[in-house]
């Protein structure tokens, strides 16, 4: 699941028991819940900065980062050697421009993935746009093409057959916080 899209209401704040604290979970998109925290009908969410609503306060919970992905046989791999040290060593993008890609269909990844191609160079030519991340693995996997994956869907013993890459850009680090109206609005 994805946190940018959970948030809780808490009732009875002081407590002698932790037991009496009652969790209200919501799952919506990160707009409608930063809305509904915004309106105090929350206490908090977890969402991904930059914030829709800008009224509210934040704290930096964890960052994200969007990996590139190669079947690990791609002649490109060779030029990028891993070690222990740098699993993920930096990659060039530009050398990509004429390769096909599968790309997430997500509302936020997607827009990010084709602004860090742009910033190289080039519009990417998507083959494939699955909307879960293990179909973007499996594509990448069976050379669908080559794309982007979030470092929190990659699992180093399940991927043997890939290899990920950092990504030069500001663009491939996403900061989730938790969102908050201030106790003095």
Not at 1 to 7: G, I, K, V, Y
Not at 46 to 52: D, E, G, I, K
Request: proline fraction near 6%; aromatic fraction near 12%.
């Amino acid at each position: 699941f994805f946190f940018q899209f959970l948030a809780y209401k808490t009732e009875g704040m002081i407590l002698n028991n932790p037991m009496e604290l009652k969790y209200t979970i919501i799952e919506d998109t990160a707009a409608n819940i930063e809305r509904v925290v915004n309106e105090g009908k929350l206490d908090f969410c977890f969402t991904r900065a930059p914030l829709h609503q800008k009224t509210l306060k934040f704290e930096p919970f964890f960052t994200e980062e969007i990996l590139f992905a190669l079947p690990a046989d791609h002649p490109v791999c060779q030029q990028y050697p891993a070690s222990e040290a740098d699993p993920y060593p930096v990659i060039d993008l530009s050398a990509f421009k004429n390769s096909s890609f599968v790309m997430v269909n997500n509302a936020r990844i997607t827009p990010l993935c084709y602004k860090i191609c742009e910033n190289a160079g080039y519009l990417p030519r998507v083959s494939m746009q699955p909307v879960s991340w293990e179909h973007v693995i499996m594509g990448i996997r069976t050379g669908r093409g080559v794309g982007f994956l979030s470092n929190l869907h990659i699992k180093k013993d399940d991927n043997t057959d890939l290899r990920f890459f950092h990504i030069d850009s500001q663009l491939a680090k996403l900061e989730h916080v938790v969102a908050y109206r201030s106790a003095y609005d």
